[in-house]
């Protein structure tokens, strides 16, 4: 039987090299094959060290660790925008996208904080603030996760707001923007909408979950009153047009939230609880 290492190591070549990296963010996690992890980072841009050849292409640098319960970190460090010189091997191309035929298998890591003009330049423009400044307020691009974040006055609410960029780590949002707008425009009406809609699907799930509770002489949970105990949290709005709403729920499903989607054309898809 092969072993999880052997058969990682099969979707790579052989030829062991040198590049330069800079990193997108910092790992946050790792898949779980077996008795190992693999986690992985992405990268925004590399230099092949053979060549000097550079490429702002972006690709996934990934490695094997033992799953052990004493662990601490994901085996190697990696910081958001950091430029690391390494030893890989790239993946064997398949029928994938170029991202992911743009993978590499990391040997070992070299040096931190190494240096190089043209990385160091990309580095400078991915770390510059970059803000949407209008009517509803500031929005901050957060690159790591290629949205603008901001706080919306939702009829008396505050609520945290997130939109996609137009573009993969691009630097505006006049899609996603477009859409908060004209859902802000008519607030009172769209908040009423949804709610009504939330309600009607979930109103009879809500009194089963009051009735599994310990909870003594609760009071049944009618439509009105659902649509009542709904508070606005989050909004985050698609570059294709869709948005995601996010309601506390007011304890009717032990402290989830309320999830209602949206399509490009403004009509509500569904609504769950979720988290």
């Not at 919306?152 to 609410?157: D, L, S």
């Not at 309600?199 to 049944?220: C, F, G, H, R, V």
């Not at 709005?237 to 709403?245: E, I, P, R, T, W």
Request: hydrophobic share 40%.
């Amino acid at each position: 039987m092969m072993s999880v290492q052997t058969n990682f190591e099969k979707d790579f070549e052989t030829e062991e090299y040198e590049m330069l990296i800079l990193v997108r963010s910092s790992c946050k996690g790792a898949a779980n094959i077996e008795d190992m992890l693999k986690p992985f980072v992405d990268f925004l841009a590399s230099i092949d060290l053979r060549t000097g050849q550079f490429s702002h292409e972006k690709g996934r640098l990934e490695w094997l660790i033992k799953n052990d319960n004493n662990r601490q970190g994901w085996g190697y460090e990696f910081k958001q925008l950091g430029i690391y010189r390494i030893t890989v091997r790239k993946c064997i191309p398949q029928d994938q996208t170029p991202y992911m035929n743009n993978r590499y298998m990391l040997i070992n890591m070299l040096e931190e904080n190494a240096s190089n003009k043209k990385l160091e330049a990309l580095k400078a423009y991915y770390a510059k603030p970059v803000s949407i400044e209008n009517e509803l307020g500031s929005f901050a691009l957060d690159r790591e996760f290629s949205w603008f974040e901001g706080i919306v006055n939702w009829n008396g609410v505050e609520a945290n707001v997130y939109l996609e960029t137009d573009e993969e780590d691009g630097d505006t949002a006049k899609q996603a923007m477009k859409v908060l707008k004209r859902v802000v425009d008519n607030i009172v009406e769209n908040d009423a909408r949804y709610r009504e809609y939330a309600a009607e699907e979930l109103t009879e799930l809500a009194n089963d979950w009051m009735e599994a509770s310990d909870e003594i002489d609760t009071e049944e949970i009618t439509k009105e009153i659902f649509m009542k105990r709904m508070e606005m949290s989050e909004i985050m709005v698609s570059s294709n047009g869709s948005l995601s709403l996010f309601y506390n729920d007011d304890d009717m499903f032990w402290g989830h939230v309320i999830e209602i989607d949206v399509d490009s054309s403004g009509e509500i898809i569904n609504a769950h609880i979720a988290g």
